[in-house]
C-alpha cells in the first residue's frame, strides 16, 4: 500500500497558466458567506431587539447562553475521535444562529399572517403555522448547514458522527437565538403584568426551555445529520441512496418537531405526556446509538492501522493506542510533561487525528467506497504522520506501556522510499471488488 508517487492533481484550466475568476477563488468564497452570516446576524438582531425591547433582549440572552457551553461540549466530545476543525463548528453555530433564524422568522411570519388572512381564523392559523410551517421551514433552514458542509467540505465530513455534530451544532445556534427571543419576549410580558419569581411567565419559559428541553432542536436536526452521515458512508455511484437518505433523515426531523409542538394541543397534560413518553425515549435513543457510533470509529482505527504496521509507516502499539481515548490522552499529556509543552502535546493530537483518517479511509477503500482521489489522499496523511512521527512516537509508547504493558506484535523489515518507508507488500487496489 502505498508504494507509488502521488498522483498529480489539476484544476481546469491550471496547466496552461490560466487563472481563476476572481469568484472561485477562495477569499471571495469566504468573503461571501463571512458577509452573509454578518448581514443576517445583524437584522435578526435588530428583529430580535425590537420585539422584546434592550432589557427583554439582554435578560434573555443572558439566561438563553446558559445551555450553549454544555451542548457544544457534548457534540465536541463526541467528535474526539477524529476532530473536525473549529471553522466547520463555527460556520455551523453562526448558520443556526443567524441564518437558519433569520429565514425562519421571515417565513414562519409571512406564512402565518398569509394564513389568517386567506382563512379569516387567527388562532387556526398560528396552530397551523406551530405544528406545520415552524418544523418545515425551520429544519429546512437548519438542514442547509449541514449540506453545505457535506457538499464543500467533504473531507471533513465522512460518516455519522460527522453529521450529527455539524446538525447537532447548528441546532443549537438556532436554539440560542429563538430562546433570547421567548425569554425576552416573557420577560417583558412580566413586565406589563407584574409577575415576579416562579409564577412570572419568565420563569415558566426557562424551566421549559432551558431546563426540560435545551436538547429538543439539536435533537430533531441530528435526524437530518445522521441522514447525510449514511450518504457520506456510501458509495459515490449509489446517487439514489445518497439523495434519498438525506431527505428521508429531513422527513423525520419534520416529523418529530411538529409532533413535538403540537403537545400543547394533547389536553392539559398533553406537553409532559409527549415528553417523558416520546421525547425522553428518543434522546435517550439517539444518544446510545452516538456513542455506540464513536466507539465502532475506535474499533475500525483499531482494525485498519495495522497494516501501516506491517508497511513501517506505524509503530507496534501505535494502532492499540490510537483505538484508545484514554490513552490518547495519556500520549498528549507525557508529550505536554516531557517533550516541549503545549506545542508537543498539540502535535500528538494532530498525528491521532490524521492516522484515524487514514484508518477511516482504508476502510472505506477496503469496502469499494474510497473516492477518485483514493491514493493521493493516503500519500498526505502519510506524510503529515511522517513529520510528526519523533515528537508522536515516544509519546504513543508511553502511553502503550502504562494502558497495556502487553504489546501487540507487528512490524516488518522497511524499505525506503523518496525518504519514507514503503510497504513491504503489493499495493493494496481501494476500487477491487
Not at 498529480?8 to 472561485?24: D, F, K, N, V
Not at 411538529?258 to 416520546?278: H, L, Q
Amino acid at each position: 500500500m502505498a508504494i507509488s508517487p502521488p498522483y498529480p492533481t489539476y484544476s481546469p484550466g491550471t496547466g496552461s497558466g490560466a487563472h481563476p475568476h476572481w469568484w472561485q477563488r477562495r477569499w471571495a468564497r469566504y468573503g461571501a458567506l463571512i458577509t452573509l452570516l454578518a448581514l443576517s446576524g445583524l437584522v435578526i438582531l435588530a428583529l430580535v431587539r425590537r420585539q422584546t425591547g434592550t432589557e427583554g433582549f439582554l435578560v434573555g440572552l443572558g439566561l438563553a447562553v446558559l445551555p450553549v457551553p454544555w451542548l457544544i461540549a457534548a457534540f465536541r466530545w463526541l467528535d474526539r475521535v477524529e476532530p473536525g476543525p473549529w471553522r466547520n463548528l463555527v460556520f455551523a453555530f453562526a448558520w443556526g444562529a443567524c441564518a437558519a433564524a433569520l429565514i425562519a422568522i421571515v417565513a414562519n411570519s409571512f406564512a402565518t399572517k398569509w394564513i389568517a388572512t386567506s382563512t379569516a381564523d387567527p388562532a387556526g392559523a398560528n396552530t397551523l403555522g406551530a405544528t406545520v410551517i415552524a418544523p418545515i421551514v425551520e429544519e429546512s433552514a437548519k438542514a442547509a448547514s449541514v449540506l453545505l458542509v457535506f457538499l464543500f467540505r467533504r473531507r471533513d465530513f465522512t460518516g455519522i458522527v460527522d453529521g450529527v455534530v455539524i446538525a447537532g451544532v447548528t441546532a443549537t445556534g438556532f436554539a440560542f437565538t429563538e430562546n433570547i427571543l421567548y425569554l425576552g419576549t416573557a420577560f417583558g410580558t412580566d413586565q406589563l403584568t407584574g409577575d415576579r419569581g416562579i409564577a412570572s411567565v419568565t420563569a415558566a419559559t426557562f424551566f421549559v426551555r432551558i431546563v426540560m428541553s435545551p436538547f429538543a432542536h439539536p435533537l430533531f436536526t441530528v435526524l437530518t445529520g445522521i441522514g447525510f452521515g449514511i450518504a457520506a458512508l456510501s458509495a459515490e455511484r449509489q446517487h439514489v441512496r445518497r439523495v434519498l437518505v438525506p431527505l428521508g433523515g429531513l422527513l423525520l426531523a419534520m416529523s418529530m418537531h411538529a409532533f413535538w409542538n403540537g403537545s400543547s394541543a394533547f389536553g392539559e397534560f398533553g406537553f409532559f405526556a409527549v415528553y417523558g413518553a416520546f421525547m425522553l425515549p428518543a434522546f435517550g435513543l439517539l444518544t446510545w446509538l452516538a456513542i455506540w457510533t464513536r466507539q465502532r470509529e475506535l474499533r475500525t482505527v483499531r482494525e485498519e492501522l495495522p497494516a501501516y504496521v506491517y508497511a513501517g509507516w506505524l509503530g507496534p502499539t501505535e494502532p492499540f493506542v490510537l483505538g484508545s481515548m484514554r490513552a490518547r490522552r495519556m500520549a498528549r499529556n507525557h508529550a505536554r510533561r516531557h517533550f516541549g509543552g503545549r506545542p508537543a502535546a498539540r502535535a500528538v493530537a494532530q498525528y491521532e487525528a490524521y492516522a484515524t483518517s487514514l484508518a477511516f479511509l482504508r476502510h472505506r477503500g477496503r469496502r469499494g467506497r474510497a473516492g477518485a482521489d483514493f491514493v493521493v489522499r493516503e500519500q498526505e496523511l502519510l506524510a503529515e504522520l511522517w513529520q510528526r512521527r519523533r515528537c508522536a512516537r515516544p509519546a504513543l509508547e508511553y502511553a502503550a506501556s502504562v494502558a497495556a504493558p502487553a504489546r501487540p506484535l507487528y512490524g516488518a523489515p522497511v524499505s525506503y522510499w523518496y525518504g519514507y518507508p514503503a510497504a513491504p507488500y503489493p499495493a493494496y487496489n481501494p476500487y477491487r471488488s
